[in-house]
């Protein structure tokens, strides 16, 4: 029987964790360059429409949020909302086939770059999201990375350290302030995995 997350449920307003690897696990990302190209296409495709360029192709804003996310060496890691049910599959390919392009031709390589199809998890409670944006930022900052300071990610986002217009940090920090409001994302991150977050 496929694993779950070789079974893609296309659903409406639904919230996804996607991920990938380099093919064999070989690294996708070899430097700084690499690593902000795929930033900037992330932009590219995320950011809200400008008027002259309200009809430009394969600008998912609107139809895609990208709640959190990391960059490591050999695979990323995303959380995101889709509005149609086919919006994540249209997001996925563009970036997947434009980063192909963009890493063939630097590296002067040939052929697949990343090991199959996207994977797509459905998350169907709250707390899978904040989980899995916890996960995501965790390993983040965990990994030896080209700066000292982490792995490419949407943590300083949360903390409030850096904007990315194109990033969507809203509906997770308004659980906490709604919900936890005595309980900052900083000491979620610091909270064991197994602790349940108290009022």
Same mark, same amino acid.
């Given at each position: 029987?496929?694993?779950?997350?070789?079974?893609?449920?296309?659903?409406?307003?639904?919230?996804?964790?996607?991920?990938?690897?380099?093919?064999?696990?070989?690294?996708?990302?070899?430097?700084?360059?690499?690593?902000?190209? *795929?930033?900037?296409?992330?932009?590219?495709?995320?950011?809200?429409?400008? @008027?002259?360029?309200?009809?430009?192709?394969?600008? *998912?804003?609107?139809?895609?949020?990208?709640?959190?996310?990391?960059?490591? !060496?050999?695979?990323?890691?995303?959380?995101?909302?889709?509005?149609?049910?086919?919006?994540?599959?249209?997001?996925?390919?563009?970036?997947?086939?434009?980063?192909?392009?963009?890493?063939?031709?630097?590296?002067?390589?040939?052929? !697949?770059?990343?090991?199959?199809?996207?994977?797509?998890?459905?998350?169907?409670?709250?707390? @899978?999201?904040?989980?899995?944006?916890?996960?995501?930022?965790?390993? +983040?900052? +965990? +990994?030896?990375?080209?700066?000292?300071?982490?792995? !490419?990610?949407?943590?300083?986002?949360?903390?409030?350290?850096?904007?990315?217009?194109?990033?969507?940090?809203? @509906?997770?920090?308004? *659980?906490?302030?709604?919900?936890?409001?005595?309980?900052?994302?900083?000491?979620?991150?610091?909270?064991?995995?197994?602790?349940?977050?108290?009022?």
């Amino acid at each position: 029987m496929p694993a779950k997350n070789r079974i893609k449920q296309y659903r409406e307003n639904s919230f996804y964790h996607l991920y990938n690897h380099g093919v064999d696990k070989k690294v996708i990302f070899q430097d700084q360059q690499d690593y902000s190209t *795929f930033l900037s296409y992330l932009k590219t495709y995320l950011k809200p429409k400008e @008027e002259e360029a309200k009809y430009r192709l394969n600008n *998912f804003h609107g139809q895609i949020a990208l709640l959190a996310y990391c960059l490591m !060496p050999d695979h990323f890691h995303f959380l995101i909302r889709q509005k149609d049910a086919n919006s994540m599959d249209r997001f996925m390919n563009s970036l997947g086939t434009r980063y192909t392009m963009y890493f063939n031709k630097k590296y002067k390589r040939l052929g !697949p770059l990343y090991q199959g199809v996207y994977k797509a998890v459905l998350l169907t409670t709250e707390e @899978e999201v904040l989980r899995l944006s916890r996960s995501i930022h965790g390993q +983040a900052q +965990a +990994a030896p990375s080209l700066t000292g300071k982490g792995q !490419p990610s949407s943590y300083q986002a949360y903390l409030g350290i850096q904007q990315q217009e194109w990033l969507n940090t809203e @509906e997770i920090l308004a *659980f906490f302030s709604h919900h936890y409001p005595n309980l900052s994302y900083r000491q979620f991150m610091n909270q064991p995995e197994d602790e349940e977050t108290e009022d």
